[in-house]
């Protein structure tokens, strides 16, 4: 990665970790946003699922490095030489996936509130490989819907228009019977 303040719109996969200054991690705590987070890294607004606060002195004596190894699928060797500098913080660190940049690309204030200390890849599937070209490969033929693009009713919308249809019929029947009755 070669500037780890910089989000692009395609990222997937990347995990930063920021050690937050003593004001924003009371007004994250007290305030139960992250919109104070956002100002200081200096970006419109971040989502709140991709965004995790953690009191260091609450993980007891697994730390930090071992709490990202666990939560995130981050390998042993990306850890090895950040493990040192992750285990000796103190107060509160944000950990921030890329979702929580909203697809948005970004360069975020590192130095203020919110001092960047470690980025990583996480663990699990590699990201999706986009190609030049453009076009849909052959195997995602006729994957994506039906011909004309129509979907087929489900079997409740099918059972709801015969119900539909028999209403109709016993309606005609009984006007009929009122018209001859009467």
Request: proline residues 4%; glycine residues 14%; charged residues 20%.
């Amino acid at each position: 990665m070669s500037d780890a303040a910089h989000v692009t719109a395609r990222e997937h996969g990347v995990l930063r970790v920021f050690h937050l200054s003593y004001p924003l991690s009371m007004e994250a705590e007290h305030m139960d946003t992250s919109g104070g987070l956002a100002d200081a890294l200096g970006v419109p607004a971040l989502d709140a699922r991709d965004v995790q606060i953690v009191t260091l002195s609450e993980i007891g004596d697994m730390g930090l490095a071992e709490l990202i190894r666990r939560g995130y699928g981050v390998s042993d060797e990306d850890l090895a030489p950040l493990r040192a500098r992750l285990d000796a913080l103190t107060g509160k660190v944000a950990i921030l996936r890329s979702g929580a940049f909203g697809g948005q690309p970004a360069h975020l204030n590192t130095e203020g509130g919110a001092r960047l200390v470690a980025t990583m890849h996480e663990g699990g599937a590699p990201p999706p490989r986009i190609t030049a070209g453009g076009g849909a490969h052959e195997s995602a033929r006729g994957t994506l819907g039906t011909a004309g693009g129509r979907r087929a009713p489900s079997n409740a919308a099918m059972l709801g228009r015969v119900a539909m249809g028999a209403l109709v019929v016993l309606f005609a029947l009984v006007a009929l019977m009122v018209w001859i009755g009467g």
